[in-house]
């Protein structure tokens, strides 16, 4: 456990960010990668402790601690999938590029594409050093809703500077195609959703529809999209848990429209007051005394970019439909036996609530 401190003198603790013993039929070929890693980063030295995250619905996470390193392994899913949206190599290219100008990602160490070591292509990173907040805030903070405001500003400020690199200074001029993002967006998530729809779930034609009526003209801004920014994907400082130190799970960055990215976070972000079947979904403690309101993160992000954030119907719906149909896809995978993950169960559920709330933003 480290200590934390608050400017004022106050101290708490903090734990890490936690492993397990790797999950049934998703164990690798230890004494390969092993091996191969040894060669890549020559400096290793004995024998790896293996564990896996326990977080992550769709790239797999691994740890491998050695007696002088500790490293972070990213490989694939099991089954069939779209390779294209479980690329390594961009989620490897991204972080190494974006770290000289946006220093809050982990240091990136290697990445294959030879397939005989793991069954797939994988990249290697070093494990953040820091704190990893999932549904709640640490009660031993001890947090005020006065710290947890200041927290929570910093949180968006995070994504506001990631929207606000220069990601041709960067050198990822192209990394995708900013122009015409929307419209790939809300075409592409509704071509997904229909390739992994099941008896159980509404084929919801009329919210794909809706979005495809609705689409705003391009915004005239262009930034790198995370595309999964949450509390639970960044590691916060050991000793100043306001202080963002790494953002993690890259896997489906991209360059568009940031308020299509902003939307993307803003439905993962509960209220106390939400609807059950949207707060069942909670990954990150939104919903804590002093956290901004959606409309008060809706408001700082104007303030910080000039960008109109007044009428934001259309990428609140987008929001929790991509968010259906990621969840509908893993859904899929588990229905037909490609993953034996039983979290995964209940995901149909999730994706029928979620359509129905896009309803009914649409209705209101």
């Known amino acids: 456990m480290a200590e934390l401190l608050w400017a004022d003198g106050r101290s708490m603790t903090a734990g890490d960010n936690p492993t397990t013993a790797v999950r049934s039929g998703e164990d690798l070929d230890w004494t390969a990668l092993d091996a191969h890693l040894k060669k890549a980063i020559p400096q290793l030295r004995g024998e790896p402790e293996v564990s896996q995250f326990a977080g992550g619905n769709s790239n797999l996470t691994y740890r491998l601690k050695y007696e002088n390193d500790d490293l972070v392994i990213r490989r694939p899913p099991f089954g069939t999938k779209a390779k294209s949206a479980h690329s390594m190599i961009r989620e490897f290219r991204i972080m190494n590029q974006l770290k000289p100008v946006y220093p809050s990602v982990p240091d990136t160490l290697y990445y294959s594409d030879d397939e005989s070591v793991i069954g797939s292509e994988f ?43 220069d990601y041709v200074a960067a050198g990822l001029a192209d990394f995708g195609k900013p122009e015409g993002y929307v419209e790939r967006q809300i075409l592409g998530w509704n071509r997904r959703f229909e390739r992994v729809m099941t008896p159980d779930v509404d084929e919801f034609t009329d919210v794909r529809q809706w979005l495809e009526a609705n689409m705003p003209g391009e915004s005239g801004r262009h930034a790198i999209l ?139």
Request: with cysteine.
């Open 226 to 364: 995370h595309g999964d920014y949450r509390i639970d994907n960044v590691i916060l400082d050991a000793k100043d848990p306001s202080k963002i130190v790494a953002v993690l799970d890259w896997e489906i960055c991209a360059l568009g429209d940031p308020l299509m990215d902003l939307g993307n976070s803003l439905a993962y972000w509960m209220h106390a007051d939400d609807p059950q079947e949207l707060r069942n979904l909670v990954m990150q403690p939104s919903g804590a005394p002093g956290m901004l309101t959606r409309r008060e993160i809706l408001d700082l992000y104007q303030e910080k970019t000039g960008m109109d954030t007044s009428d934001f119907t259309f990428y609140k719906v987008y929001g929790y439909w991509r968010i259906g149909v990621i969840l509908q896809q893993i859904y899929f995978r588990y229905v037909h036996g490609q993953t034996q993950d039983e979290r995964f169960s209940t995901f149909g559920i999730a994706t029928q609530n979620l359509g129905k709330h896009c309803r009914r933003l649409i209705a209101d």
């Open 123 to 165: 990249y290697v990173m070093r494990k953040a050093e820091g704190q990893l907040i999932k549904e709640t805030l640490p009660p031993e903070w001890g947090f005020t809703a006065q710290d947890t405001r200041r927290f929570c500003i910093r949180f968006w400020e995070k994504l506001i500077e990631l929207h606000q690199v």
